[in-house]
Each structure stands twice: as structure tokens, then as C-alpha cells.
């Protein structure tokens, strides 16, 4: 469930355009939005906010280098968790190169953008620090 407090909530400058829905699909937007006493704009909004949400890649980074590090943690010693380990820290590596061009991208974009809810870019560097820690072995 979406809490309506986590959403961007649409303002009169949002890009607007014209969507055709069959008739019973707009019916049951419309009962729903009464429903949630939101208008169907909003309930639209918020079924498309749940299907597609923000993903944060430095989250994402984070969580999946965990997870590798726990399955790499689960293994006998040996060459073949040494193989793994050089593997992703060739991957990290490959990454952080990536991040890093990323980060000057938006370093250059933050001169001009204030942090907002729609460019939520306020502290790359802090995160990006956060994932250059070296793979406990």
C-alpha cells in the first residue's frame, strides 16, 4: 500500500496529456477515487506511483553487494571463494568507476537544482563513500 505522505502529490505544473481508458476501467478509477476521496487524477497517480517506484541506485547498489558478500561469507574457504571474491571486487571496482562518473554528472547538475522531491540528489558523495568500504574477507 502506498501512503499518500511518500508521494510526489501532482501540482497544476506537471506535464499533462490526454489518456483513453475503456469504459469500465475508468469506472472502477472512479469508484476507487471515491473510495481513497482523492480525485481520479490522484488515484491514477497513485496506482502508476505503486507499479513504478523510485529507485534509489545507491540503495540498490548497497543491498545487492550485501547479499553477495553473505552468500560469499556462506562458502567453504578455498580458490573457489577467492575466485568469487576477486569477482566482485572487479565488479565493485567497475561500479564505483560508473558511480563516480555519475556523481561529477551530478555534481554539475546540483550547481543548478535545488534538491527537491523530484531530484532527490543531496548527498552523493557521502553514499558513494559509504560503498567504496573494501569486501570483508
Request: no cysteine; net charge neutral.
Amino acid at each position: 500500500m502506498i501512503h499518500t505522505e511518500d508521494m510526489a502529490q501532482p501540482t497544476q505544473t506537471d506535464p499533462q496529456f490526454k489518456l483513453r481508458l475503456p469504459a469500465d476501467l475508468k469506472d472502477r478509477v472512479q469508484r476507487a477515487s471515491e473510495r481513497n476521496n482523492r480525485s481520479m487524477n490522484a488515484e491514477i497517480v497513485a496506482a502508476l506511483e505503486e507499479k513504478f517506484p523510485k529507485v534509489d541506485l545507491f540503495d540498490a547498489l548497497n543491498t545487492a553487494v550485501i547479499e553477495a558478500r553473505d552468500k560469499l561469507e556462506k562458502m567453504e574457504p578455498g580458490p573457489e571463494r577467492d575466485a568469487a571474491y576477486k569477482r566482485l571486487d572487479e565488479q565493485l571496482a567497475y561500479a564505483h568507476n560508473a558511480l563516480g562518473e555519475i556523481e561529477k554528472d551530478l555534481a554539475d547538475a546540483l550547481k543548478s537544482q535545488e534538491p527537491s522531491a523530484d531530484f532527490p540528489f543531496t548527498r552523493p558523495k557521502v553514499r558513494l563513500r559509504q560503498l567504496k568500504q573494501p569486501p570483508k574477507k
